[in-house]
């Protein structure tokens, strides 16, 4: 309705707090709607319904009465298509949404568990990546897997090198799938997965790693992937796969990945002032 004043009342109108706080929050949710879709297969959708409203207006402005009808009636579904078509989007969305805005009390101010299980982790992807054995492991975050493992082989054990080189053995029966890793524990094995419906992956990625972009993609849950092709070492956050890495490349993006904004921010701030420290005595020995 602001928009809709005349001019000098609108900017009269524009000055008051309240509208500022409203203009504001429209801004913000534009951007982030915006800053979520870009670079994914929502942009080429969302332009295509922009497409669609551009020709709608030229119906209307143009009185095409024929074309306007069809696209009037259309316009009656397009809410259930907006959801159908971005339903992996919207989800993310809400998952961000929570993890940004859960209550302070309830946010962990720790890892999610020690360092010592990393190295398990990672020791585990290493020696299977020497002898190319694929494997896919998912470490449950914030947003629980209980689908998805209610759907593969229940173990409820200790996370250990050996069990997960055991599970992943070709010869054992619960090697095909993936393992889903809950705090310290090995919840389940043998779990499937969704995969990805990203058109713009490599066509080298194979249903693995395909399957680990899209458990990512519907949560917040990390994966490690070891090719059984070439046996180089992935690591999968939101979507965003990162391939050919070490030991140490992988425990340090696990240990990123896993570990709370309030450690995060003291390691930042403890590196930052490292930085600044070493620059103070390189320009005093220069």
Same mark, same amino acid.
Request: hydrophobic share 50%; glycine share 6%.
């Given at each position: 309705m602001l928009l809709l004043l005349p001019y000098t009342e609108y900017l009269g109108r524009l000055s008051e707090p309240r509208n500022l706080v409203d203009i504001a929050l429209v801004f913000f949710v534009v951007y982030a709607v915006l800053k979520l879709v870009r670079g994914t297969r929502a942009a080429p959708m969302a332009a295509g319904i922009a497409a669609f409203a551009l020709l709608y207006w030229l119906a209307v402005n143009q009185e095409l009465a024929t074309l306007?009808?069809? !696209?009037?009636?259309? =316009?009656?579904?397009?809410?259930? %298509?907006? $959801?159908?078509?971005?339903?992996?989007?919207?989800?993310? &969305?809400?998952?961000?949404?929570g993890n940004r805005f859960r209550l302070p009390f309830t946010r962990k101010h720790r890892g999610q568990f020690g360092e010592g299980v990393y190295d398990e982790i990672v020791l585990s992807a290493t020696t299977l990546a020497s002898t190319k054995t694929g494997a896919l492991i998912v470490i449950e975050r914030g947003v629980g897997l209980k689908n998805v493992i209610d759907g593969g082989v229940k173990l409820d054990a200790e996370l250990s090198y050996d069990l997960?080189?055991?599970?992943?053995?070709?010869?054992?029966?619960?090697?095909?799938?993936?393992?889903?890793?809950?705090?310290?524990?090995?919840?389940?094995?043998?779990?499937?997965?969704?995969?990805?419906?990203?058109?713009? !992956?490599?066509?080298? =990625?194979?249903?693995?790693?395909? %399957?680990? $972009?899209?458990?990512?993609?519907?949560?917040?849950?990390? &994966?490690v992937v070891v090719s059984e092709e070439t046996g180089l070492i992935s690591f999968v956050q939101g979507g965003q796969i990162r391939r050919a890495l070490d030991a140490t490349k992988l425990r340090s993006l696990i240990f990123h990945a896993l570990e709370s904004p309030a450690g995060a921010a003291r390691r930042d701030k403890e590196r930052k002032r490292a930085e600044t420290e070493a620059e103070a005595e390189e320009a005093i020995t220069t």
């Open positions: 306007a009808f069809v !696209l009037r009636g259309a =316009l009656l579904y397009i809410g259930v %298509a907006i $959801i159908v078509l971005f339903q992996s989007e919207i989800r993310q &969305a809400l998952i961000s949404f997960v080189v055991t599970i992943f053995n070709p010869t054992t029966p619960l090697h095909d799938g993936a393992v889903i890793v809950r705090r310290h524990r090995i919840a389940a094995a043998a779990c499937f997965l969704p995969l990805t419906l990203n058109p713009r !992956l490599s066509k080298d =990625l194979g249903t693995r790693h395909r %399957a680990a $972009i899209g458990i990512t993609e519907d949560t917040d849950a990390v &994966a």
